[in-house]
């Protein structure tokens, strides 16, 4: 583990040193004198002094910087022809310019190293679809394979995701493999997933089924006790082979005492696990599924009927909705009243049994943004008498914002009994809708009394992760590699570009952003890989490094082009007092986005 720490360590400092080179080299080929080439801020360390040049290693171990001879117009020191105020604006942009070019540079000859050598990507293949998703609506399926996006080749899982995500809310089509040969192209609409602050399909990336899932443990938790360690592998629970999904379920269950079989690097161990648990008071209530959360393409009940996503289902065949599986119901005639826009719309159409009985699968409920519980057999809340789909107004008088909010407000109540005012619209089963009046029966507002129950509940202290399935892409020739190395930078400016126009125009979450700890973490994860993976990533990472730092922001390299641009346009250098604000504004601008994708790295690490 040091030693894959270490190497990131090395990598990032290397990919600084080659930044700063960059501006070094420029400055040389420009005339100007080169005081200082620092890795780091802050106080010297050590160093050496080399045809006047003061070669350094700094105190803070972040970024580095080259200071030459009359960066300040007002630098009087050397002699004009040494100074980088007296040179031409095309002299200065080389100068300012020579960093991002280094990099670029870097990456252009990295990435055709790594593709002749050939690296593992997680494969372009379906490994599941998320019911109700817009994948499963337009009818996905695991082990198919994405050939392309919007026309565009895909070699890796991670590359589909992106173009998805860069998307935004617009359909985008994409080709299909499936398993036999035959392919398909189908056109689908990504979806917003508030979790990940991206739009997606649902898509699950294919596992590995000849490696067993890993651990990585949360604090001083019941597993370590045990003396297992993150990144063991889990060979069985009981006796029984596990996959990701019920390794996770079983580990978190808080039943009896577990036998586990691991594998620690090429030893095999036993260990025995008592499940975490703690005690949480109950009242046994769930959100009621209510809402049309996907429907299948294609299906000609469906089309016929017009019930679309988000649509809130009120009553199947005149009887309340209360939520669950859509009811099958018998008849020729199928009618569904739905809430729609603020409105109630009663839809309806001629079925067969055969339609009838296809619905379950071919659309699929989650709970929506409003209270609608549905009480758990045997629960305290049963007990007392709420029905399913009872509407939550109020906890003891003070409204409920959100079931995590009820939940809240449970634990609080220490056991103790809990006034909950429901609406109930009329009971489950008997007739909502009123055709005289064409509109809903009033709801009337019940008051329950429901005291909470203590149960045992999971105490989540471990993470289960699944091992993808990858595929060697090499190339095929020197040209090959050169034109997959080419097209790979050029992509990745592409999709920087794209990130930051979607973030602005509120396509991709904020949350997205990483900064320095991310980056260990996905760098000590690259350097697990593999050398090829490592330096596949520290290509991307210089393709990074040249991208922002052309950004049109002062105190970036960006900035400073962007001045010598309005030089060039007015004839004469930028206002001093201007520049000197810009700074500090750039200044500002740029510590307040250090501060934010490092709060984003310690919520993503915790």
């Known amino acids: ?195 990940e602050g991206l739009w997606g399909l649902g898509l699950r990336v294919a596992i590995d089924p000849q490696k067993p899932p890993t651990v990585q443990l949360i604090g001083d938790c019941p597993l370590a006790t045990a003396g297992v360690r993150s990144e063991d592998e889990i060979l069985a629970i009981d006796g029984k082979p596990v996959d990701a999904s019920t390794a996770l379920d079983r580990l978190l269950t808080t039943g009896p005492e577990l036998a586990l079989r691991i594998r620690r690097g090429t030893t095999e161990l036993d260990v025995r696990y008592q499940p975490a648990t703690g005690k949480a008071p109950r009242i046994g209530v769930a959100p009621a599924e209510t809402v049309v959360a996907g429907v299948r393409q294609g299906v000609p009940l469906l089309e016929r009927l017009d019930l679309r996503r988000d649509d809130l289902v009120l009553q199947v065949d005149g009887k309340v909705f209360a939520g669950g599986p859509m009811p099958i119901g018998d008849g020729d005639q199928l009618r569904i009243l739905v809430a729609r826009d603020g409105r109630t719309q009663l839809l309806q159409t001629h079925c067969t049994a055969a339609e009838r009985q296809s619905l379950r699968d071919d659309v699929v409920l989650k709970a929506g943004s409003a209270l609608t519980l549905a009480p758990t057999d045997g629960s305290p809340a049963q007990a007392a008498g709420m029905q399913p789909g009872d509407l939550l107004v109020a906890v003891d008088g003070a409204a409920c914002a959100s079931f995590d909010d009820l939940r809240e407000r449970v634990e609080k109540s220490a056991g103790q009994p809990l006034r909950l005012s429901v609406q109930r619209a009329i009971a489950a089963g008997d007739d909502l809708f009123d055709p005289t009046t064409e509109d809903l029966r009033r709801p009337q507002t019940v008051e329950l009394t429901i005291t909470p129950v203590v149960q045992d509940v999971p105490d989540p202290m471990v993470r289960v992760f699944a091992t993808e399935r990858s595929e060697l892409v090499q190339a ?91 030089e060039k346009v007015k004839g004469s250098p930028v206002n001093a007092r201007v520049l000197g604000y810009s700074q500090v504004l750039g200044l500002v601008f740029v510590l307040l986005l250090v501060l934010l994708v490092t709060f984003n790295d310690i919520v993503q690490l915790f």
Request: proline share 5%; glycine share 12%; net charge positive.
């Open 1 to 195: 583990m040091f030693g894959n720490i270490l190497l990131t360590a090395v990598g990032i400092g290397l990919l600084i040193f080659v930044h700063e080179l960059g501006h070094f080299l420029a400055a040389r080929l420009a005339g100007v004198r080169v005081e200082v080439f620092s890795l780091g801020f802050g106080s010297r360390l050590c160093g050496f002094v080399w045809r006047g040049t003061d070669f350094r290693l700094s105190l803070v171990p972040f970024g580095g910087y080259v200071m030459v001879a009359g960066q300040d117009p007002n630098d009087d020191r050397y002699p004009p022809e040494e100074c980088l105020w007296s040179k031409s604006v095309g002299q200065r942009a080389l100068f300012w310019s020579g960093g991002v070019l280094m990099n670029a540079l870097t990456a252009l000859i990295l990435f055709p190293i790594v593709f002749s050598v050939g690296v593992d990507f997680a494969a372009p293949v379906v490994g599941g679809v998320e019911r109700g998703s817009p994948a499963w609506e337009v009818g996905l399926q695991a082990e198919d394979r994405v050939v392309r996006v919007a026309d565009k080749p895909v070699h890796s899982f991670d590359q589909v995701r992106m173009q998805v995500a860069l998307a935004g809310n617009r359909p985008i089509p994409l080709l299909l493999r499936r398993p036999d040969g035959s392919e398909r192209t189908v056109s689908v609409k990504p979806r917003w997933n508030a979790n």
């Open 476 to 566: 095929t020739s020197f040209g090959n590699a050169l034109q997959l190395g080419t097209a790979q930078s050029l992509d990745l400016v592409k999709q920087i570009y794209l990130t930051l126009k979607r973030m602005l125009t509120g396509d991709v979450g904020a949350k997205n952003l990483g900064g320095i700890i991310r980056i260990s973490q996905v760098g000590y994860q690259a350097a697990k890989r593999g050398m090829a993976w490592f330096v596949f990533l520290l290509a991307m990472l210089s393709v990074n490094l040249a991208f922002v730092n052309l950004l049109p922001v002062p105190v970036l390299d960006g900035g400073h082009l962007l001045f010598l641009l309005i």
